[in-house]
């Protein structure tokens, strides 16, 4: 099993950035694919963006190609989640997990962090 701790959430006013850290946890880290998902108020949790076990396949929703990038750091047990050009509906709890790549459903969820983007 792999433990998994974000950080990195804040407030942005809308244009602005920000990068979202995700520590694991467990010497096994590179042999799972990674996600971070995002959950705003009244809706669902979604799939923001992946990174398969090596960092050499990823996946974006629509909605934030071309602005996030997932990276993953297998030395340092690390995945990224840089985010640029940030939208006020990018507010949400932003949450990292291990990815089922088939289904793209997560497992053993951090406990989240804020990001909150002002208009």
């Known amino acids: 099993q792999v433990q998994l701790v974000e950080s990195g959430g804040g407030l942005v006013q809308a244009g602005g950035s920000l990068r979202l850290s995700c520590a694991a946890s467990?010497?096994?880290?590179?042999?799972?694919?990674i996600g971070w998902f995002r959950q705003a108020p009244g809706n669902e949790r979604e799939l923001v963006a992946a990174?398969?076990?090596?960092?050499?396949?990823?996946r974006y929703a629509d909605s934030v190609k071309g602005r996030f990038t997932i990276s993953r750091d297998n030395v340092k047990n690390m995945v990224y989640l840089q985010m640029n050009s940030l939208k006020p509906e990018d507010t949400a709890v932003y949450y990292c997990?291990?990815?089922?790549?088939?289904?793209?459903?997560?497992?053993?969820w951090g406990q989240g962090t804020q990001v909150t983007v002002s208009s």
């Open positions: 990174t398969s076990q090596s960092g050499g396949t990823t």
């Open positions: 997990a291990v990815v089922i790549w088939a289904t793209m459903n997560g497992r053993y």
């Open positions: 467990g010497r096994t880290f590179s042999n799972y694919a």
